[in-house]
């Protein structure tokens, strides 16, 4: 067996200097893909209310088609706006809406979100509204990231 010469444990203090960075590297990629994951879904969520709020209102829609026209007047934004807010779970407070944790933390919050026609009264409706994410790093809360979001959806004959 051959002992040491020297216990001053200089030879870890490379490795453990990689490992931290390796570390910091990891958990900024990981807090970028949760935030990332966090728009797609909601994106996705929206996607689908709005889908569903189309056709629940196929009717009146089809009944304009088959008055010769492409040619809504009215959208029940209201209507919308709950549908969003029970599918997704999301709490209400000033005019934004908050996605919260079971611990109480906010994991993003939206602006409200608004409902119109991509042209006007036409089958295409779109909504509209900024997904805004708290970054947190290191237990340091940094600049909230806010992205636009925009969501169409059409309603198609399928004759």
């Known amino acids: 067996m051959k002992l040491l010469k020297s216990k001053k444990a200089e030879g870890y203090i490379t490795p453990c200097v990689l490992i931290i960075v390796f570390v910091a590297i990891f958990s900024i990629i990981f807090t970028y893909s949760a935030s990332v994951s966090k728009v797609k879904l909601m994106r996705e969520n929206t996607k689908v209310v709005l889908d569903s ?32 807010i029970s599918f997704c779970t999301l709490e209400i407070d000033d005019g934004m809406l908050y996605s919260i944790d079971a611990d109480g933390q906010e994991l993003f919050r ?16 779109v909504v509209n509204y900024t997904i805004t994410i708290p970054m947190w790093f290191a237990g340091n809360e940094f600049p909230a990231v806010s992205i636009p979001i925009e969501v169409t959806s059409i309603l198609t004959e399928k004759f």
């Open 53 to 84: 709020f189309v056709t629940q209102n196929s009717t009146e829609i089809y009944n304009s088609i088959k008055q010769g026209n492409d040619y809504t007047e009215v959208i029940d934004a209201e209507e919308f706006r709950t549908s969003l």
């Open 110 to 125: 939206i602006s409200e979100p608004t409902l119109g026609f991509r042209e006007a009264n036409e089958l295409e409706l």
